[in-house]
């Protein structure tokens, strides 16, 4: 079993900024793929932003140019800072990871909790 830790979120003030990490952590052979996803009030939950170990990233068009996810594959870890914060990314941001268990290595997807980001004056 694996489980997903979020931290960070809160209030923020349009044009501010935030981050968020998410630490993964039980039996864990390999993790593909991490990412971010978020849903507001009435609306499907959508991909923000996902990086792969090798460190390709992609990201929903937007957030392009505000918002950066990172990992360190060594701690398990995805991070997303987000910049210039406007109203309509409001949500509950959740964590995301592809993980592969030993022995048979087959991927399941684990999710994290979720945390309010709020973006309001």
């Known amino acids: 079993q694996v489980q997903l830790v979020e931290c960070g979120g809160g209030l923020v003030q349009p044009g501010g900024s935030l981050g968020l990490s998410c630490a993964a952590s039980g039996n864990i052979f390999s993790i593909n793929i991490m990412g971010w996803y978020r849903q507001a009030p009435g609306k499907e939950r959508e991909l923000v932003a996902v990086?792969?170990?090798?460190?390709?990233?992609d990201y929903v068009d937007s957030v392009k140019g505000r918002f950066t996810i990172s990992r360190d594959n060594a701690k398990n870890t995805v991070s997303l800072h987000m910049n210039s914060l406007k109203p309509e990314d409001t949500a509950v941001y959740y964590c995301y990871a592809a993980v592969r268990h030993p022995p048979t290595m087959r991927p399941y997807d684990y999710w994290g909790q979720g945390t309010q980001v709020t973006v309001s004056s």
């Open positions: 990086i792969t170990s090798g460190g390709s990233t």
